[in-house]
Every structure is written in C-alpha cells, then in structure tokens.
T-cell receptor, first 107, second 115 residues
Framework: SQKIEQNSEALNIQEGKTATLTCNYT??????LQWYRQDPGRGPVFLLL?????KEKRKERLKVTFDTTLKQSLFHITASQPADSATYLC??????FGPGTRLSVLP | EAQVTQNPRYLITVTGKKLTVTCSQN?????MSWYRQDPGLGLRQIYY???????DKGDVPEGYKVSRKEKRNFPLILESPSPNQTSLYFC??????????????FGPGTRLTVL
C-alpha cells in the first residue's frame, strides 16, 4: 500500500543549527514533491516544489533534495531561527500529505 | 489580495443538523479541494473539483457532499453530521493539478465540533 513517512513526529534543535527533515514514500512514483509549512490552527503554506529531474532546489535558507531511487526527500533549514518553529509537511502528490514533522527551534 | 476564505471559522453543532461550510477563492483557480485534519491521521482529502460542475471523491468522502456551480465557490455540505466528523477542515485551491502551477493555497480552516 502507499505510504508516506516523515522522520519523526517532533524535532528539537538549537537556534543557528541546520534542521534536516526527512520524507520517505513507498509505492508512489511522483514526478515532483512539495513541502509545506503549517503553523498551529492555520492552513498549510506552500514552500518549495522539486521535480524528479532536479536533485536539489534552494530558496533562501531552505534546501530540498529529491532522490527517486531512495524514494526520499530531505528538507534542510540552515541557520534556523525560533520563527522557523512549525510543522512541515511533505506531499509526493498534490493532494496526499505526509503526517508532518513538528520542528521546534530553541533560542 | 489572493486568498481562500472559509466560513464559519468555528462551529459547534448537534448530531443530525445539516450544515454548510463555505469556501471561496479569488484567484480564478480551476482546482479546489476539501481536507480534514485529525491528530495522528494528518490531512486527508474529502472531495475535490477540477472545474465547474466536475467533482470527485477523495479518500474520506463518506458523510459529505460538495457542489461547484461557480468557479470561485466550493461549499462543503454535511447533511447529517455525526460526532466522528468533529475535525479541522481546510479548503484549498490551485491553478492546476499537473506538474506545473499546482501549488495549493489553503484557507484558514474551520474547526467543527459535532455534539
């Protein structure tokens, strides 16, 4: 059956460090993968889309990689700040979302 | 301002009392969708619409109805709500669902409690 896993339910890191979030999927063959940010009680907000022929994509302090062989995407936030604290969702299909990783950046 | 709006934002109702949650987008998007979000289960798609008068079931459609009479509006209807429909509901829209322009814009959410 199709499944999406995100490395851990919660991740705590120190301010200034790089946060790395993992998205693994099985029985999908997505042509692209999206990442969203969700703050408590609010709707998800689109961050980045990476296509299958792109190994890496960057946007400011965000970097996403996409390995279709491993069926995995990594989401990095460099120089993390407390304002980056949120839940991050991966979506290997437009309407199918992973369970999310709740990131807390500690000052 | 480009946005998706939902109303009401909060609703407490009783079992069996029909209700409608409205959703409207001002971006001329073709694709609209309803999700529910529950702890431990994540976001799950209820219904979606690829254009006016074109709707289809998502993963969890039981107990819900939708309509798409106009491009901008996509109401969610609960004909006879039950307590297991207590959830946080999101409406979303996107220009398309292909591999381009499929970024979804989400509404602010409707927190529904069915007693």
């Amino acid at each position: 059956s199709q499944k999406i896993e995100q490395n851990s339910e919660a991740l705590n890191i120190q301010e200034g460090k790089t946060a790395t979030l993992t998205c693994n999927y099985t029985n999908y063959s997505p042509a692209y993968l999206q990442w969203y940010r969700q703050d408590p009680g609010r709707g998800p907000v689109f961050l980045l889309l990476i296509r299958e022929n792109e190994k890496e994509k960057r946007k400011e302090r965000l970097k996403v990689t996409f390995d279709t062989t491993l069926k995995q995407s990594l989401f990095h936030i460099t120089a993390s700040q407390p304002a980056d604290s949120a839940t991050y969702l991966c979506a290997p299909l437009s309407f199918v979302f992973g369970p999310g990783t709740r990131l807390s950046v500690l000052p | 301002e480009a946005q998706v709006t939902q109303n009401p934002r909060y609703l407490i109702t009783v079992t069996g009392k029909k209700l409608t949650v409205t959703c409207s987008q001002n971006m001329n998007h073709e694709y609209m969708s309803w999700y529910r979000q529950d702890p431990g289960l994540g976001l799950r798609q209820i219904y979606y619409s690829m254009n006016v008068e074109v709707t289809d079931k998502g993963d969890v459609p039981e107990g819900y109805k939708v309509s798409r009479k106009e491009k901008r509006n996509f109401p969610l209807i609960l004909e006879s709500p039950s307590p297991n429909q207590t959830s946080l509901y999101f409406c979303a829209s996107s220009l398309s669902i292909g591999d381009r322009d499929n970024e979804q814009f989400f509404g602010p959410g409707t927190r529904l409690t069915v007693l």
